[in-house]
Structures are given as C-alpha cells and as structure tokens.
C-alpha cells in the first residue's frame, strides 16, 4: 500500500512540475531558515550549562543608588564570597575573578612579546565552582601560590610551541609567573573566556573594602538549598560588615543611608542566565539578550508557516485538476480514509525532499551566517542524537502540517459531481476564503519583519551619527602605554612632531569603553550622604580635552600655566547640577585619598564641560569629572591625513624606537564605539536577511497563485479581449484580488510592527521616534513586491492570444 502511494505520489509531482518546484524550493527555505535559527537559539540558550553544578552556581551583583547616580554592575565587594562561605553553611564554595585587562606577555628568556587580553585574576577555588578540565597540574593546587598562572592550550602553542609549558616561567608586564596548570581552551559558550589565571593571591589590591566594587564574585549552594530564601541573608550581611564603613564614608549608618532614599543591594543570578538575562555594568564580555532569542524564535516558526502556507495555498487551488481522479478513485472503492493517506504521502514526501534541499541550504549559508551572527556554529552539531531526531520528525510534521487540510480538503469530494465536472462549489466556495486568509497572514508577517528591519537601521544609523558631544573621527586609541613608563610623554611629544597629527593626551580613561571608576565627592568639608555626588573620576592630561574636541560651556581648560591645578577638577553639565549649578565655579569639593576613609583630597572646580557620552545610548549621561592625572593606560592622537596607513606605521616606527620589544597595539575610536553596538547591527543584518527570505517564500506562493488564477480564467480573459478589453484593463482584473489581500495584511501589520518595536527601543535612553513614514514606506514596498509577483503572470495572459485562449476550453 505505502509503495503504491510513494509511486502515485511521484508521478503527481511529475505531472505538476512547475508547480512542485516552487512548493519544493519555497519548503527548503523556510526549513533551511528554521534550522540556522534553531541552530542559533539552541546556542545562545546552551551558555554555561556544561558546568557541571551549573544548577547551583550563582553571580552576586550590587546595585549603588547614591550621590545622584545609580548603578547597577556585575561586580561585588572582595570580602564578600570569604564572608557568605564562613558564616552561612548554605555556601559550598566561592571563587572571585578580577579582570586585569591587557599585559604584554613574554615567556621569560625570549623577546618575542605579545598583547595578551583575556587575563584574569581568580582564587584557588577557581577549579571548585567551574568545569574547567586541565590537561596538566592540580586543580586544588594549581593557583594556591603567588605568582602561579594556569594557561590555556591555545596561549601554551603561542607562547610555547610544542614544548611542555608546566613549570616554565611566564613575564607579565615584567612580572613573572610560574605556569602550574594546563587547561583545555574554554568553551565558546560561556560568558566569559580567558586564556590565563593568574593566582588571585598575587593581585596587588588593598583588601576589605565593603564599599569598592570591583571583583565578580560566584557561589555554589549546597543540593536542596532554596536560593531565594538564601538571598535574603545578603542584606544582613551588608548591614554587618559593610555598615561601620557606611559610618565612616558618609558620617551615617546603614540604616539612615536607606532612609535618606539611597539604595547598596547585593543580590544573585543564576550562571545560567547571566548570557541572556543580564545586561550590568562591568560584564566580563557582551551578553546575548533573551529578547532576540524570542524573536529569532518566532520568525523560525513564522517562516515556516509561510512555507506550509505556500503549500496549502497551491495544494487546494490544484484541487480541480485533481477532482476526478479522486472521483474515480472513490468509484472504485477507495475510503477517505485511504485517499487522505495519498495525499499525506505526497505531502511528507515533498517535505522530505525539501528537508534534504533545505540542509545543503544551510551548508552554503553556514559560513555567511556565522560571520554575521558572531558564532563558531558547525553542521557537526547535526549529527547528535537530539539534532538527527529534529532531522527526521520536523519534515515529517511540516509535511503532516502542510498536507492536513489539502488532503481533508481533497478527499471530500462527492464523486457523482467531479465526474459530471462540477468542481466549482468545491474549489470556489470553501477554497477561496482560506487562501485569501493565507495570503493576508503571509504578508502580515513579511510587513512586519519589513518594517522591523527599517527601524533597527534607523537607529543603528542614529547612533552612528548622533553628535556625542565629542569628536571620534579620525582618532587613534593606542593601547598599553604604561610599558612605556615615564617615557609615555616623550612618545606623545615625539608623535606629536609628526605631520597630520593634530594633538595627542596620554590617558587610560576613553568616552569609548575603557577603564573606569567612580568616586563619591562632597563639599570640602561636607562629609554627609545628603551632600555626596557620585560619578565617575578619570585622571587626564593637560591635551585631553582639546584632542576629544569637547566643549567647555563655562570655566577653563587645565592649563600649564597654572601650577594649582594639580588641585584642580572639571565637572561635567551632570555633575555640576548635583552640586549645584553654575555656581560651583570656584567651588572647593573633596573626596577620599586612602582605602581607610580618614584622609581627603580637595580640589577647586575650574571648569564645566558640555556633556557628552562616555557609555552606550542605552543609558543617560551620569556625573563626571576630570582630574589632572595622567593615566598612561593609554593615549589618543587626533589625526588630519590624506594617507592614515603610512601615518600609522611612522607612530608605529616611534613605539618601536622606544620599546622595540613591546608589542604596537591600536584601534580608531570609531571602531571602539562600534563594538558597543555590534550586537544590534548583528541583529540588524539578521533581520533583513530573514525579513527577505520571508517576502521571498511568501512572493513563491502568490507567484503560483496568480499562474493557477490566470490559467483557470484563460476562457474569461479570451471573451473579455475579443469585446474590446485592453491588456492594462486585463491586467487590473487578474492583480486587484491579490492587491487587496496585501493592503488588508498592512492595515493589520502597521499596529503590530509599532507595538513590537516600542518595546525594542526602551533599552536606549536615547532612540528615534518612530514616523509615519516608515510604515508607508514598508507598506509601499509590499505592494510593489506583490504587484511586480503578480503582474508577470497577469501580463503574460492578458497577452495571450484570443482565438488561443477560446481554443483550449
């Protein structure tokens, strides 16, 4: 029975080739786009489960409400994991991480030196609380000494070769480190990656500090412990050991700090979150966003049933060719039963070959895909057990999906009327309606994929262009120039005597991200929390300001001129409200000069600069202030050449001159920005893509539609021209239904679009409006994309010949 059915089914695909092949091709893309998507989402959701107490590992995190700013960040106080361990027997274990940023890294006895970006500090613990095989040393001991690092096996063959790493020294920024672990490189799917662990214990950090922030710190429960419940211990703990540091930075305790409406919480989220869930300050990478993961999921199942649309469409508009093959069938005995299998087989058979069309799709798309989307995704991953299930049950559940009601639709047939030919109330009367709401579905989605696509462009254009208060064009970011030492400035001046280069500041603070820090001010003399602005404190030099282009609304630049302004402070527009206004000019404010909160440092405000973004357009401009410390973290040289690359390679030449063993490492500061919204204009680029796809596979089926419309109306079209009809005429008839359809599917789209989109830009504190003319814009192009679909078929049997047409009835 099935073998007869396969070859019943063949033979009908055969018979409607043209037919067939747009079902065929339309099906393989709507697959191979809900396999790259499935791929996709099945990645993003898989970050940092392959630890093996992934279930019970947990990032604490602090939220600061204080000063006039809030933060919210990733990064918690250092005494905090030590704390929770020793007196809450609910913690199994800890483990901290400090990243340190970029080292130039050397193996010791060599001169080959190279910029080394994923190095991190971490407890001995480290091994405890994450799955992190070595190929080589002790994991309870591997860290426990000062001046011991565990390296990857990618950082090994960089820096080794092939020979054995274990026991070998290592030179980070001079300083040595016995290598004492081998690790196997980590994972791609994890939130954070680092290729050296150097011994937390070696870090030159000032500890106990309840009020600085700077360490990520993770805790194991214990099996059975509710983390809910536990998390309420945090703010005990923080009233305990934090509270008698409150007295003394803000002269209240930490009770009162509440009360006066300012907020320090330390709570947790899961490991299993942070990639999707979590979007804190100092993140130790970019994180995914759960958000997208939704969307991509619906326009995989929206793309799909485009396709399965596609193939009921065309299935029930064939029916007539097929009446009296099913009325004969049922004459000669055949159950609905038996020709609703028929007409299955033909369905999953389609799918089938559509699934085997779909993944040599996805063969050439992968590498396209991963280069936009930022994965390392392989079709090995295909070849799991999970994947070949989803292989083998989707073409058959399209194909069960996409065949149920042509089939129920088909073998409903009364045989006494299809074999007399009165398959009109059949195929009309019950068929048009259907596909008339299909083709509205279709073009709903595609409009709103459309208009999707327009607005992530648009503000991804207004971030790229918005004034941000200072220049970035033409800016180079050269990195690690504190192996420099005091000879940072005799390299700035020495570039500086370069033609095409403008001006230059040695500084480790950049409006790109960078390193930061923020710091709590009074007024000198003033040490009281409803006094207190916080904000953040970059040291600069004396060219800062003039190589950025910023703006001074009031005051002064620093100046060399002036010797007291080694006290001296300028405050941003932000900054400057907090304190007061314009009247800060002249103001003495003061913070704390020492860890032990007994010693302060005043300084007098000069000036008041025009704010300008120093973080991401997702959140406002906070307090800052600029001090004169020149922070050889790095430095920025502004640059007015014709030939940038031969400029670069004479500053290059002067680092060389200098360090000729160091490394040169640099970026353009447009660069550096961009990266802050890389992942958007991933997703950007995604949504159009799959926003074209959509239209494609959704123009494949009216393309048919309007070939089956026109063949069954050739009779029709032959009488109209031989009473005088012209060919625009002819061609409005056979294109206004399906025009319709269309406005109709933007009428519904338009509302939908504008409210999905709302949602998507209020994660920017700075976003466009959405216009009107975005949605006319995107409605425009639906209907031309369907009148251009349809219209090729219109023209060509408006212009068939009459007597031809008349002919074939």
């Known amino acids: 029975m099935l073998t007869n059915y396969l070859k019943t089914a063949v033979r009908s695909l055969r018979k409607q080739g043209g037919y067939s092949v747009i079902n065929l091709f339309g099906l393989a893309l709507g697959l191979a786009c809900c396999l790259l998507i499935m791929l996709y989402v099945v990645d993003e959701w898989s970050f940092d489960r392959y630890h093996a107490k992934a279930d019970r590992i947990y990032r604490l995190n602090a939220d600061l409400r204080f000063g006039g700013n809030t933060m919210n960040m990733a990064v918690t106080p250092d005494p905090i994991g030590p704390t929770l361990r020793q007196d809450y027997p609910q913690v199994e274990q800890y483990v901290r991480l400090h990243q340190r940023g970029t080292y130039p890294v050397k193996r010791a006895g060599t001169t080959n030196t190279l910029r080394e970006d994923n190095i991190t500090f971490a407890d001995s613990t480290l091994f405890d609380v994450f799955t992190l095989p070595l190929v080589s040393g002790s994991p309870k001991q591997a860290l426990t000494q000062p001046h011991t690092v565990v390296i990857s096996e990618s950082a090994a063959r960089r820096h080794f070769g092939d020979q054995n790493p274990m026991g ?29 662990f150097l011994a937390m214990v070696s870090d030159d950090y000032t500890w106990g500090q309840w009020l600085s922030n700077n360490h990520h710190t993770y805790v194991v429960l214990k099996p059975g412990t509710n983390p809910e419940a536990f998390a309420k211990n945090l703010d005990v703990v923080i009233e305990k050991y934090a509270g008698p540091q409150f007295q003394i930075a803000v002269g209240s305790s930490y009770t009162q700090f509440k009360q006066a409406g300012n907020q320090y919480r330390i709570w947790m989220t899961p490991l299993t979150d942070i990639h999707l869930r979590s979007n804190l300050q100092v993140e130790l990478a970019p994180n995914g966003n759960i958000q997208y993961v939704y969307i991509f999921s619906a326009v995989a199942l929206l793309i799909l049933l485009i396709a399965v649309i596609n193939f009921m469409n065309l299935a029930t508009a064939r029916s007539a060719g097929r009446a009296k093959e099913v009325g004969v069938r049922k004459v000669l005995g055949s159950e609905r039963g038996q020709l609703m299998s028929q007409f299955m087989t033909e369905s999953i058979l389609m799918t089938g070959l559509a ?57 409903s047939f009364q045989p006494i009327a299809v074999l007399k030919g009165n398959t009109t109330a059949n195929t009309n009367r019950r068929g048009v309606s259907l ?155 003061a913070t704390f000069a020492s860890n032990d909160l007994k010693t302060f440092k005043s300084y007098t405000v000069i000036g008041i600069i025009k704010n300008f973004h120093y973080e991401s357009l997702r959140q406002n401009i906070g307090g800052l202030s600029m001090v004169l410390n020149p922070n050889s ?39 550096g920005f961009d990266k802050m919204y890389r992942a958007e204009q991933r997703i950007g680029t995604l949504a159009l893509t799959f926003a074209a796809l959509a239209i494609l596979i959704a123009c494949l089926g009216l393309f048919g539609l309007a070939a089956f419309t026109a063949e069954q109306r050739t009779k029709e079209i032959g009488v109209r021209k031989v009473l005088g009809a012209s060919v625009p005429s002819l061609i409005a008839l056979l294109s206004k239904d399906f025009l319709k359809l269309v406005v109709i599917a933007i009428l519904i789209a338009s509302p939908v679009a504008w409210w999905a989109m709302h949602q998507w830009l209020q994660d920017f504190a700075y976003r466009i409006e959405m216009e009107w003319w975005v949605f006319g814009l995107a409605g425009t192009l639906a209907v031309a994309i369907a009148l251009l679909t349809v219209s090729f078929q219109s023209i060509k049997a408006a212009l068939m010949n009459p007597v031809k047409s008349l002919r074939s009835e």
């Open 355 to 411: 699934m085997l069309l779909g993944l040599g799709t996805v063969a050439l798309l992968m590498p396209l895909f991963n280069n936009v989307a930022a994965k390392t995704l392989s079709l090995q991953a295909l070849l799991s057990p999970y994947w070949l299930l989803v292989l083998i049950l989707l073409p058959v559940f399209v194909g069960l999906l996409a065949g149920s009601y042509p089939a129920l639709f088909l073998s």
């Open 168 to 196: 070998q020294t290592l030179l980070f920024d001079k300083q040595g480190y016995k290598v004492t672990g081998l690790m196997r490189d980590m994972p791609t799917n994890t939130h954070f990656h680092a290729d050296f």
């Open 435 to 589: 596909r008339s709401g299909l083709v509205v579905f279709q073009f709903m989605m595609s409009v709103v994929l459309i208009i999707g696509t327009l607005i992530v462009y648009r503000q991804i254009t207004y971030i790229q262009t918005k004034n941000l208060g200072f220049q970035r064009d033409h800016v180079l970011s050269v990195n690690g120039v504190n192996v420099l030492g005091k000879r940072a400035e005799t390299f700035k001046q020495e570039v500086l005597q370069l033609p095409g280069v403008v001006s230059g500041s040695v500084s480790g603070y950049l409006p790109t991200p960078s390193n930061r820090s923020n710091t709590s001010f009074f007024p000198e003399g003033q040490i009281e929390q409803t006094k207190a602005v916080n904000m953040q404190s970059w040291g600069v030099d004396h060219d800062y300001i003039k190589t950025f282009g910023m703006q001074l609304v009031q005051g002064r630049d620093f100046s060399r001129s002036f010797g007291s302004d080694s006290s001296a402070i300028i405050l941003n527009e932000t900054a400057a409200k907090l304190f007061g206004g314009n009247s800060v000019l002249g103001k003495r404010i």
């Open 633 to 671: 973290g790095g430095a920025a040289f502004r640059l007015n050449s014709a030939n940038l690359p031969t400029l670069v390679r004479q500053i290059e030449a002067k680092w060389k001159a200098l360090v000729p063993e160091q490394p040169f490492s640099y970026e353009f500061m447009d660069d």
